[in-house]
T-cell receptor, first 116, second 110 residues
Framework: EPEVTQTPSHQVTQMGQEVILRCVPI?????FYWYRQILGQKVEFLVS????????KSEIFDDQFSVERPDGSNFTLKIRSTKLEDSAMYFC??????????????FGPGTRLTVL | DAKTTQPPSMDCAEGRAANLPCNHS???????VYWYRQIHSQGPQYIIH???NNETNEMASLIITEDRKSSTLILPHATLRDTAVYYC???????????FGSGTRLQVQP
């Protein structure tokens, strides 16, 4: 069964450093998403991406975040200058148009980002 | 998206049916009810979704009341591997940002 994959599974970085989290969405999917979950808290939406553009973003997704689909298979989340509070699990998801206008999002296993 | 309300925790005996309720009294006519679960800190796993009719797949059944103000996710024969946090989400389409609440922590007991 096709699945979303994410690399690395765990990333440790120093505060102020740039990190890039990588995702390979399900191959025929057209919509891509990033979510994050700070330890012990809710899963929070960051951004959605379609047709090489951001289609929706949350207040969390400020100027230090960016997303890109550099090729036909990868979808990346870049954090330019990491802060301690960016430590979290980051989940990538993808979806494709379904019947009756519904799109079901399928999530990857996540990348645990630790900022020291 | 409509707000959903779920009990914070539930227990279920292994092999028995787990019935997880969700209240979405302000749901609008074209909002779907989606269910996901999260095992430990893994990525949320899609379970099932529905609009008006009851739905069943290989994982679970979804029963939506006629007035659509509440629904129940049924895991017919719960196993220890079903221990997870279950999220009920009301949304116009799965393409939008999903708003995860606190969910129901289901503990399946041996």
């Amino acid at each position: 069964e096709p699945e979303v994959t994410q690399t690395p599974s765990h990333q440790v970085t120093q505060m102020g450093q740039e990190v890039i989290l990588r995702c390979v969405p399900i191959s025929n999917h057209l919509y891509f998403y990033w979510y994050r979950q700070i330890l012990g808290q809710k899963v929070e939406f960051l951004v959605s991406f379609y047709n090489n553009e951001i289609s929706e973003k949350s207040e969390i997704f400020d100027d230090q975040f960016s997303v890109e689909r550099p090729d036909g298979s990868n979808f990346t989340l870049k954090i330019r200058s990491t802060k301690l509070e960016d430590s979290a699990m980051y989940f990538c998801a993808s979806s494709s148009p379904g019947t009756s206008g519904t799109d079901t999002q399928y999530f990857g296993p996540g990348t645990r980002l630790t900022v020291l | 998206d409509a707000k959903t309300t779920q009990p914070p925790s539930m227990d279920c005996a292994e092999g028995r049916a787990a019935n997880l309720p969700c209240n979405h009294s302000t749901i609008s006519g074209n909002e779907y009810v989606y269910w996901y679960r999260q095992i430990h800190s893994q990525g949320p796993q899609y379970i099932i979704h529905g609009l008006k009719n009851n739905e069943t797949n290989e994982m679970a059944s979804l029963i939506i009341t006629e007035d659509r103000k509440s629904s129940t996710l049924i895991l017919p024969h719960a196993t220890l591997r079903d221990t997870a946090v279950y999220y009920c989400i009301a949304t116009y389409t799965g393409r939008r940002a999903l708003t995860f609440g606190s969910g129901t922590r289901l503990q399946v007991q041996p």
